[in-house]
Structure formats: structure tokens, C-alpha cells
């Protein structure tokens, strides 16, 4: 008869619920369908962008920044979840950025942890960051501008290479008798 010792290992988990959770406040249209999610933690020093995480809402893949300290998720609801507790004197401003199809555009939320800290501050980091990450419009035609030029050239050498191959042929008259 075989003695089998069985051994428990008990981890505590965390509560999920008792982490902070921080919304992403934005107005989605109808009937589009939005690429991905990307959150980000701002400074306050120097009012820079420090990705967190990164959700692609088509695939449901999470992604972590390489610099994100923590391991963050996103929620169904476009929340930032499992954000780690912070001293209480501490302002932390967090913003998500949620990504539509070419066209549209890049809809943002800022909110800041404790609930309006240091407002004055906040309003003030918010606005040298505004427009950081929107695609600028003037990108766009001069990209196109820049692609159909390429493809005009490309098409006029092509042309012009057919025509240097093709032989002429002279008519010659046809004397028939019958």
C-alpha cells in the first residue's frame, strides 16, 4: 500500500473588486467600430504620456507597455483596472485614448486620482497635452498626395518603356495580281 502525502499551497489572491478601477468617461458614436483602446498615466512634472496598456477591441488582446509597472487591464467597459493604491497626498491624472477607423476621431478622457485633486494643476497639464495624440488632418491628403504622385511616375516610365520595345513596321504596298 502506497502513502501519498498531499501538499496545499494556499496564495492569497488579490480582491479584484477592492482595487481601483478608473473610467474611460467618452461619448462613442453609433455604428462605428472602434480599433483599440490605449491607456496612459500622465506625469505631472513634466505632463508627458507613459503608456500603461494597450487593448485591441476587435481581437480582445491586452498588451502591456514596456514600461508599465504594473499589470493592468481593461475592462469591458473601456475602464482601467487592478491601478495600484497610491499615497493619499499623491495626484495621479490617467488618460485613455480610444481609437476609431481612419476618418474619424480619436475620442480622449483625462481623470485624475483622488477625484479632483489638485485641479488647478490638472487643468493645467491637461491642456499642454491637448491634441498629443490626435491625427493631424494635413497628414493624411499629403500622404495620399505624396502616393498617387509615385504612382503617376511609375505609371508614365512604365508607358514609356512599352513604347520604346514596340517595333514600328512600315507598310509596305501589296501588289496583287489576280
Known amino acids: 500500500m502506497r502513502h501519498y502525502l498531499m501538499l496545499f499551497l494556499v496564495f492569497p489572491m488579490s480582491d479584484v473588486s477592492l482595487s481601483l478601477q478608473v473610467p474611460c468617461i467618452v461619448n462613442l458614436e453609433e455604428g462605428i467600430e472602434y480599433q483599440k483602446i490605449t491607456w496612459y498615466k500622465?506625469?505631472?512634472?513634466?505632463?508627458?504620456?507613459?503608456?500603461?496598456?494597450?487593448k485591441d477591441i476587435r481581437t480582445n488582446t491586452t498588451q502591456l507597455y514596456k514600461f508599465a509597472n504594473h499589470s493592468y487591464?481593461?475592462?469591458?467597459?473601456?475602464?482601467?483596472?487592478?491601478?495600484?493604491?497610491?499615497?493619499?497626498?499623491?495626484?495621479?491624472?490617467?488618460?485613455?485614448?480610444?481609437?476609431?477607423?481612419?476618418?474619424?476621431?480619436?475620442?480622449?478622457?483625462?481623470?485624475?486620482?483622488p477625484q479632483g485633486c489638485n485641479a488647478d494643476e490638472m487643468t493645467k497639464i491637461s491642456s499642454q497635452l491637448q491634441g498629443t495624440h490626435e491625427v493631424k488632418s494635413t497628414h493624411v491628403p499629403r500622404a495620399l498626395?505624396?502616393?498617387?504622385?509615385?504612382?503617376?511616375?511609375?505609371?508614365?516610365?512604365?508607358?514609356?518603356?512599352?513604347?520604346?520595345?514596340?517595333?514600328?513596321?512600315?507598310?509596305?504596298?501589296?501588289?496583287?495580281?489576280?
Not at 88 to 93: H, L, N, T
Not at 94 to 100: A, G
Request: positive net charge; hydrophobic residues 40%.
Open 42 to 54: 500622465v506625469s505631472v512634472e513634466s505632463g508627458t504620456l507613459i503608456g500603461l496598456v494597450r
Open 73 to 113: 487591464q481593461i475592462g469591458n467597459d473601456l475602464s482601467l483596472l487592478h491601478v495600484p493604491e497610491h499615497s493619499q497626498g499623491e495626484c495621479e491624472m490617467y488618460r485613455c485614448s480610444v481609437w476609431p477607423p481612419v476618418g474619424h476621431r480619436i475620442l480622449k478622457s483625462d481623470y485624475s486620482l
Open 145 to 178: 498626395t505624396a502616393g498617387v504622385l509615385v504612382l503617376a511616375i511609375l505609371n508614365i516610365t512604365a508607358l514609356v518603356c512599352i513604347c520604346k520595345q514596340r517595333r514600328t513596321y512600315k507598310s509596305v504596298p501589296l501588289s496583287v495580281s489576280i
